[in-house]
């Protein structure tokens, strides 16, 4: 006998989960990452404990918001893993990787806080995203695309650092696309 499956949510639990994330969303693009859990609850006109009985911590919510996006870059790395030319998947990866970041002020700093915590929510589906990036970075490396004496994880905090960079820079909106060259520049093999 099969252990039972996940519960269904109540309809009226469904719509305070979604209000939630649907207000949450609204909040983290306003305020960053830091955005008060309880401003969400109300502005959602549900009450803290509410939101906490859906999202016992901030990284749950975080990773409800963010799952199918960190997903979704795993498998479009996946995909790019059949491309002719390795280091310009790789880029086209580290490029997508870079813009989608920037969906909430403070995410690369909360994503780069879970990927030593394994107790996050966040932790599993970033590492499935940068397990997929530093495959798409070994592919080139062994195409002799890229330096071969640049670790995949260094590569990833390097993209993680051009999106802190360009997210203190608002008013320069081409800042992590130069600095992108830049890293590109710097891994070259002068092939």
Do not use: K
């Amino acid at each position: 006998m099969s252990p039972p499956g996940p519960r269904r949510m109540r309809a009226d639990a469904r719509r305070n989960y979604e209000s939630l994330l649907a207000t949450a969303h609204v909040m983290f693009t306003e305020h960053g990452t830091d955005a008060s859990l309880e401003e969400i609850a109300r502005r959602s006109g549900l009450g803290i404990g509410t939101l906490y009985r859906h999202f016992p911590t901030r990284e749950a919510l975080l990773e409800a918001l963010l799952h199918d996006r960190l997903e979704g870059l795993a498998a479009e790395a996946g995909e790019l893993l059949g491309d002719p030319s390795p280091r310009a998947a790789m880029w086209r990866w580290l490029t997508a990787l870079t813009e989608r970041a920037f969906i909430y002020r403070g995410l690369p700093a909360s994503v780069m806080a879970t990927l030593r915590d394994e107790t996050s929510e966040l932790y599993a589906s970033c590492h499935r995203m940068n397990d997929a990036g530093a495959a798409l970075i070994r592919r080139a490396q062994d195409a002799g695309e890229i330096r071969a004496d640049v670790a995949p994880a260094d590569v990833l905090a390097m993209a993680g650092a051009i999106t802190w960079v360009g997210e203190q820079s608002p008013d320069d909106p081409e800042r992590c696309a130069r600095l992108l060259t830049l890293l590109a520049d710097g891994l070259a093999t002068g092939v």
